[in-house]
Nanobody, 123 residues
Framework: VQLQASGGGFVQAGGSLRLSCVDS????????VGWFRQAPGKEREFVAS????????SLADSVKGRFTISRDNAKSTVYLQMNSLEPEDTAVYYC?????????????????WGQGTQVTVSS
């Protein structure tokens, strides 16, 4: 598994972005994938996760109703659709793949990490 996150950028509050996480080795189709974020001066926090077959999507309370996680295993890609963005969403976003097919918010469950993509939301 080798992950690469992309799609970050600068957006005004209320705007949208879609992040993509691609496995360039195309081997993570049996792995759960999660998104995490880390803002300056803060600890990394869970954002969303999805099981190997696209079931059991899980979202942090802070993003429920605004973010959606999905995956396309034919493209070895997991997406994070972010709508109604708020300045508090500003962070570096990381995708990660777990060793198991199902995983949740515990970052210790994730073995493979991408390099991160910056999301900046202005007020």
């Amino acid at each position: 598994v080798q992950l690469q996150a992309s799609g970050g950028g600068f957006v005004q509050a209320g705007g949208s972005l879609r992040l993509s996480c691609v496995d360039s080795r195309r081997t993570f189709n049996n792995n759960a994938v999660g998104w995490f974020r880390q803002a300056p001066g803060k600890e990394r926090e869970f954002v969303a996760s999805i099981s190997w077959n696209g079931g059991r999507p899980s979202l942090a309370d802070s993003v429920k109703g605004r973010f959606t996680i999905s995956r396309d295993n034919a493209k070895s890609t997991v997406y994070l659709q972010m709508n109604s963005l708020e300045p508090e969403d500003t962070a570096v976003y990381y995708c990660a793949a777990a060793l198991s097919s199902y995983s949740g918010p515990n970052s210790a469950s994730y073995r493979y990490w991408g390099q991160g993509t910056q999301v900046t939301v202005s007020s």
